[in-house]
């Protein structure tokens, strides 16, 4: 087992810069492996990409001390590298099945210079199999090279929170040194947190993680199934809020009883728009088609994927039977482009689809999200008018419709939306605001199954 590995990051993404950020500053030598040149050009003056709290002072502190070395090269690092983690993206094909190109190339390319006896770690999430697979193909190549399955749980906007104060740490291989090697790496870096935490700037937490060890395929299918079973807890909520919807009831009310079991909990019962961003929707999708490979039909990940489809829509059609009328030439702001709060992630954004949507219905659209700039400029359709401040966007409006739960926009007055709105209709659709108050400022409210 290595004592203190020499490391490699391929992938500088929101998985892979995290993990050489934090594993450069708890003492370990880190090159950071990016061939995007804006987003390697940003590494290197100490910043992130994209925003995740906390996550610049680690980088530019890793930087300083010269413990992560950002660099577009593989033949920089991974020969000098004991350990190499592989995070490159995992985009999804038109059939919803796993685009592993980039898994497959990062492991090509780092094979013509891996040394001997070092391991190659997995993070990116990939279907069930495909670890095997790699492992075929460095044999093929020649390479005595140990492989191991080590998802990632973080998440987007509590990333540096999630990957210190974890829940579980998961390590699949075939190799018990190469496991233990990799457990080491995380013991290591949970013994520099509260340091870590501090620098950073983010709440320590209380949580006793666990360390997992199992094989290989069951790490790889212990990723994908916790996130489709939390896509499939948000698809639940929202197929009760339709029901709520037309029976007069309030889901907010009914899922806080029923997270309130503790056999249940209340995460991820919070019926809305649906969820997004860049893995739930592909790795349910994955799981499905993961299946279909293997001659097994998961019709309740199927459900699921239908219901969060139909929820931008459902949406529109719930403002077109409130107005009564048409919506077209009608000023609608969207507040929310990001697919969820503390992160500025467009990927598959329902605030985005919900923008679109309106558009093509010949309304007017406007939006407006605290952290996103250009990111979501690829996804609109032609007319969209993005603004720079909540004042601007929602100044004039006939419509608001909220679509991602940031600070700003739940704890913005009411009476200062009916200031500036010329309509009066506030459509809910992430469920966070408190409609006495919204009522009490004059205010039309909607929300989702409320």
Not at 338 to 347: H, L, N, P, W
Not at 408 to 416: G, L
Request: proline share 3%.
């Amino acid at each position: 087992m290595y004592e203190n590995p020499v490391i490699t990051v391929l992938g500088a993404g929101y998985v892979g810069l995290t993990t050489a950020a934090l594993l450069a500053h708890s003492g370990y030598t880190v090159y950071a492996v990016e061939p995007n040149a804006s987003r390697l050009n940003a590494i290197k003056r100490g910043k992130s990409f994209f925003y995740e709290k906390g996550l610049d002072p680690i980088i530019e502190s890793a930087l300083d001390s010269g413990t992560l070395i950002p660099t577009d090269s593989y033949e920089m690092g991974i020969p000098k590298s004991d350990v190499i983690f592989s995070c490159v993206g995992t985009p999804d094909n038109p059939d919803g099945s796993s685009n592993l190109t980039y898994v497959f190339n990062a492991a090509k390319e780092a094979a013509r210079y891996l040394k001997p006896g070092s391991i190659y770690i997995q993070k990116s999430t990939v279907p069930v199999g495909t670890g095997a697979d790699i492992e075929k193909l460095f044999t093929k190549l020649n390479k005595q090279i140990d492989y191991v399955s080590n998802p990632e749980f973080l998440r987007e906007g509590t990333a540096l929170q999630d990957t210190l104060f974890f829940d579980r740490i998961v390590v699949g291989g075939n190799n018990k040194q190469a496991t233990d090697t990799v457990l080491s790496i995380y013991r290591n870096l949970e013994a520099c947190r509260e340091t870590i935490a501090t620098k950073a700037d983010v709440t320590s937490g209380s949580r006793k993680g666990e360390y997992i060890t199992t094989s290989l395929n069951s790490a790889e299918l212990i990723k994908v199934t916790a996130n489709a079973f939390l896509a499939l807890k948000i698809s639940f909520a929202n197929s009760i809020a339709k029901l709520a919807d037309t029976v007069g009831a309030d889901v907010v009310d009914v899922m806080n009883a029923v997270g309130a079991d503790e056999r249940i909990g209340s995460s991820f019962l919070h019926a809305g728009r649906g969820y997004g961003g860049g893995c739930f929707p592909k790795d349910v999708s994955g799981l499905i088609a993961s299946g279909h490979q293997h001659g097994v039909e998961l019709e309740i990940m199927t459900a699921a994927r239908a219901v969060n489809d139909s929820m931008p829509g459902y949406i529109i059609k719930k403002l077109q039977n409130k107005l009564g009328d048409s919506l077209k030439n009608k000023q609608i702001t969207v507040l929310g482009l990001a697919f969820k709060a503390g992160t500025s992630d467009v990927r598959r954004s329902p605030g985005v689809a919900i923008a679109n949507a309106l558009q093509r219905t010949g309304a007017i659209v406007r939006t407006y999200d605290p952290q996103v700039q250009d990111e979501a400029a690829d996804d609109y359709v032609d007319g969209i008018m993005q603004q720079t401040s909540l004042e601007a966007a929602i100044k004039g409006a006939d419509i608001v419709v909220i679509t991602t739960e940031w600070l700003e926009f739940t704890t913005y007055h009411a009476a200062n939306y009916a200031k500036l709105m010329k309509g009066s209709l506030l459509f809910d659709a992430v469920n966070c605001l408190d409609i006495p108050s919204v009522q009490a400022a004059g205010l039309t409210y909607v929300g989702v199954g409320r």
